[in-house]
């Protein structure tokens, strides 16, 4: 092709060939010693939050006995903390990209020692469960704010997705020690030391962050905020209404199995949800689109909707395992927390040990990782729902463990790299956000669902000691792991994969450009799918041809 006039190409159908996440940027450089430190670091941040709601399980009992928790109340010691933190990952993550990724780190460990350190001492319950909302809201600017971080230190493709799979994996790992952490707790002190322990690790590490995170850009400059001041491109009506929805509908579904399904205690606060939602989705096409918490062009990059739903899966499993299991084991079978905890050691060990498969998406494609770590669960968690007595623990519950905590690491880490891959840098920090708000959601979300299923059922069927509502609970798991399943084999399209939207410099994806092409210039591949490339010096290039943006 030999052009001698403008031609006009769509920057929301262009996409770049580079493997990594610096989208053309130019990235710091920084000494071996100081990335693996700053990467432990990011881990640790990682797993304080998956520790601030997974040690809290052997606590349930002693919480719900010391501040006086109903049984549909109880929900809220976890659904508070996790609510909070899903909704707010998605403003968190606009403030790494609009503005500084390493203040939202600091602040956000910073506050959350604070805010811990002061849960330890309360004795109301209405106190608490603020509390952790708002433990929660710091917890969720730690997330992108790392991960942005994260992918400038890591700028290797394969070094990244190494990073990108230990930062994801520590968040497992702690999901399942805090476990045992939590229980020792509880067995030796007071559930208190559960929160005290997470102020002691977290304040000293903000104040190291603040010499050895060096200075950070923001990661939007001007000309992508239009000249809109920086904070009208925080969405904060959009994540203040989604976040009021996915209370009331936390409430509705937690109050369905004991005020019944058609109270207008339940309809109400259900419908009003929602419509909230539609809402939500609806007020995100209307405003500028890199001012959006959600911006609508994210569903459309390749396999991202598919994703995002398969990230809701593995907490939402370890969590329903969770909360069934404790509560069982202690209140029913009469095993001490600490010998929960014990029960529990090779969840723990096997998902430490998957914590380190991100090198797999190099030899298999993620679609076929994803699937065999989801057909692990479908297997799980059909023997679980069989375990109905202390004598199936070795028959049933210890290979449930080994194989479900497996299969969901594996889920976890291999959707992580492939959402990440999905995006272009300037959206790292929404990615990440999108990403750790689904797995937070799918713990709200399956703790309710399935704590109203529990009660509901026991309520014909023999009590709070029989099982049958937890079997209940896990069948519902078991369908739900399942359409989790069908919707990956179908939807996930691997020749849609491995390309990621690119901007360019001052122009919304979503707008046509015209480029200027030298006469006599040749492009190395078809017209009809351009591949944008922007170089550190923001210069375009399509097709491996310079190109001037008019």
Not at 160 to 172: D, H, K, L, P
Not at 355 to 371: A, E, R, V
Not at 373 to 389: M, R, V, Y
């Amino acid at each position: 092709m030999l052009p001698d006039t403008p031609v006009e190409f769509s920057a929301s159908t262009a996409s770049s060939p580079a493997e990594t996440l610096t989208d053309g940027r130019a990235t710091q450089k920084y000494s071996p010693a100081r990335r693996y430190v700053l990467l432990i670091v990011f881990c640790l941040s990682q797993a304080l939050d998956a520790y601030n709601a997974a040690a809290l399980f052997p606590a349930i009992p002693s919480l719900v006995k010391d501040l006086n928790f109903t049984e549909a109340e109880s929900t809220w010691i976890i659904s508070g903390f996790q609510l909070t933190f899903a909704s707010f990952l998605l403003i968190s993550g606009r403030i790494s990209d609009v503005y500084n990724p390493k203040f939202a780190f600091i602040g956000g460990v910073f506050a959350l020692g604070i805010l811990c350190l002061g849960a330890g001492f309360v004795t109301d319950k209405i106190v608490f469960i603020v509390l952790r909302a708002l433990i929660g809201i710091a917890g969720a600017m730690t997330i992108p704010s790392a991960l942005a971080l994260l992918v400038d230190v890591f700028p290797e493709p394969t070094e990244q997705a190494r990073a990108i799979a230990v930062f994801v994996g520590c968040g497992g790992v702690a999901n399942s020690l805090g476990l045992i952490i939590g229980a020792i707790f509880v067995q030796f002190a007071s559930w208190s030391w559960v929160f005290w322990s997470i102020a002691i690790v977290s304040m000293p590490v903000a104040a190291i962050c603040v010499f050895l995170i060096p200075k950070q850009e923001p990661r939007l400059n001007e000309a992508a905020l239009g000249g809109r001041p920086r904070w009208k491109s925080l969405d904060i009506l959009g994540v203040t209404i989604l976040t009021i929805a996915l209370v009331l509908f936390i409430f509705a579904v937690t109050s369905g199995g004991t005020s019944g399904w058609g109270s207008a205690r339940v309809l109400a606060p259900l419908i009003i949800s929602i419509l909230m939602v539609a809402g939500f989705f609806y007020y995100e096409t209307t405003i500028p689109e890199d001012c959006a918490a959600i911006p609508p062009r994210t569903w459309f990059l390749p396999n991202f909707l598919v994703l995002f739903f398969t990230a809701l899966l593995p907490y939402f499993w370890w969590n329903v395992m969770f909360t069934i299991s404790t509560t069982l084991w202690q209140n029913v079978w009469h095993w001490s927390a600490l010998s929960v905890a014990i029960h529990l050691i090779p969840n723990g060990a096997l998902a430490f040990a998957m914590s380190f498969t991100g090198s797999l998406s190099h030899i298999f494609n993620p679609k076929w990782n994803i699937l065999f770590g989801e057909g692990l669960c479908i297997i799980a968690t059909t023997l679980f729902a069989f375990a109905d007595g202390p004598e199936k623990y070795w028959p049933f519950i210890f290979p449930a463990l080994v194989l479900g905590s497996a299969g969901a690491m594996l889920t976890l880490t291999q959707t992580n790299i492939a959402m990440c891959r999905a995006g272009p840098a300037s959206m790292a920090g929404t990615v990440g956000a999108i990403f750790n708000g689904s797995l937070q959601l799918g713990t709200a979300l399956g703790i309710s669902i399935v704590g109203s299923i529990e009660v509901s059922v026991e309520a014909t069927h023999g009590g709070p000691t029989s099982y049958a509502g937890r079997a209940a609970s896990f069948w519902f798991l078991l369908a739900f792991v399942g359409v989790e399943f069908l919707s990956m084999l179908v939807f996930y399209h691997i020749s849609k994969e491995g390309t990621a939207i690119t901007d360019i410099p001052g122009k919304p994806a979503a707008e046509v450009v015209t480029v200027i092409v030298e006469k006599g210039a040749k492009f190395a591949g078809a017209v009809e799918q351009p591949q944008f490339v922007v170089t550190p010096e923001g210069h375009v290039k399509i097709n491996e041809v310079p190109v001037t943006v008019i």
